[in-house]
């Protein structure tokens, strides 16, 4: 059974909108990007906390992700 950080993730990237405003918020606040997705998912009754993302993502094999989960963490 898919966790809710999987589902959320598949709701966003189907949402054209919602991905494009988090590639903005992401750009210029990692960080604050982190608290859209968790705010996205009470919106959708998909509760995640920030941890359960940043889990989920790090198990993606995509490079971008990978770097800006660098940057949430501290890094670059």
Do not use: H
Request: aromatic content about 6%; hydrophobic content about 35%; proline content about 4%.
């Amino acid at each position: 059974m898919p966790s809710n950080a999987e589902k959320l993730y598949s709701l966003i990237s189907e949402d054209t909108d919602k991905k494009n405003k988090l590639f903005q918020i992401a750009l210029t606040n990692p960080k604050s990007a982190l608290d859209k997705i968790c705010e996205i998912g009470e919106e959708n009754n998909l509760k995640v906390s920030k941890d359960e993302v940043i889990e989920y993502l790090s198990t993606l094999d995509d490079l971008p992700t990978k770097l800006w989960l660098i940057k949430v963490r501290g890094g670059l």
